[in-house]
């Protein structure tokens, strides 16, 4: 069974600091993938970024990055510089790798972790 | 090109109506998911489909709730009877299996609001 844990329920920070949101998430698949998803008050939720298990590069995207650990089972995004309008629900998912002969499944999410930008 | 397409996205019903969400996936897309989100339950998949077959509708709660993908391009999720528990945010996505560079993303539709009084 698949597991993604995102212990921090609430963060809140002043604009300008940057900030960590944790991921842990436990498989049985060799491959899988991991993805962030923000969810702004407005409810959408917008696709961030997705991470193959055989590629345990770091990503950086704008004030974006992401530290994918594979030994700790982590991947774990940071905000450098918050801004007010990063405030949002930040979600952290597992997929099994369709490609790896089952085809895709449903993703797997953390239960959130509420980021709050204060100005 | 136009994202994940969901209607209607707010619903308020009463308890015994039926209830028909509608999606409308990527073009090209050959995945469709449906989700529902929750305070109690956070986000979990209800059921999904591949080239318009369902594959694994195991998180389907009650018979009360089926779903149906005609073809490529329009899927249904429809509760009948409705009841006040059924109260969620209802998401579609979808995506696309590449093996040639493989990647896979899912896109979320904006959701529809439900409403069960």
């Known amino acids: 069974a698949q597991k993604v844990t995102q212990a921090q329920t609430e963060i809140s920070v002043v604009e300008k600091e940057d900030v960590t949101l944790d991921c842990v998430y436990e498989?049985?698949?060799?491959?899988?993938?991991l993805f962030w998803y923000k969810q702004p008050p407005s409810g959408e939720l917008v696709f961030l970024i997705r991470?193959?298990?055989?590629?345990?590069q770091n990503e950086i995207s704008g004030r974006y990055s992401w530290n994918f650990q594979k030994s700790t089972s982590s991947f774990n995004f940071t905000i450098t510089a918050s801004q007010v309008v990063d405030s949002a629900v930040y979600f952290c998912a597992l997929s099994e790798d369709p490609n790896s002969g089952g085809g895709a499944d449903g993703l797997t999410f953390g239960k959130g972790t509420h980021l709050i930008i204060q100005p | 090109d136009a994202g994940v397409i969901q209607s209607p996205r707010h619903e308020v019903t009463e308890m015994g109506q039926e209830v028909t969400l509608r999606c409308k996936p990527i073009s090209g897309h050959d995945y469709l998911f449906w989700y529902r989100q929750t305070m109690m339950r956070g986000l979990e998949l209800l059921i999904y489909?591949?080239?318009?077959?369902?594959?694994?509708d195991s998180g389907m709660p009650e018979d009360r709730f089926s779903a149906k993908m005609p073809n490529a391009s329009f899927s249904t999720l429809k509760i009948q009877p409705s009841e006040p528990r059924d109260s969620a945010v209802y998401f579609c996505a979808s995506s696309l299996v590449s093996t040639a560079t493989l990647t896979y993303e899912q896109y979320f539709g904006p959701g529809t609001r439900l409403t069960v009084t």
């Open positions: 991470r193959n298990s055989f590629d345990e």
């Open positions: 498989t049985r698949d060799t491959t899988y993938y």
């Open positions: 489909f591949n080239n318009n077959v369902p594959i694994d």
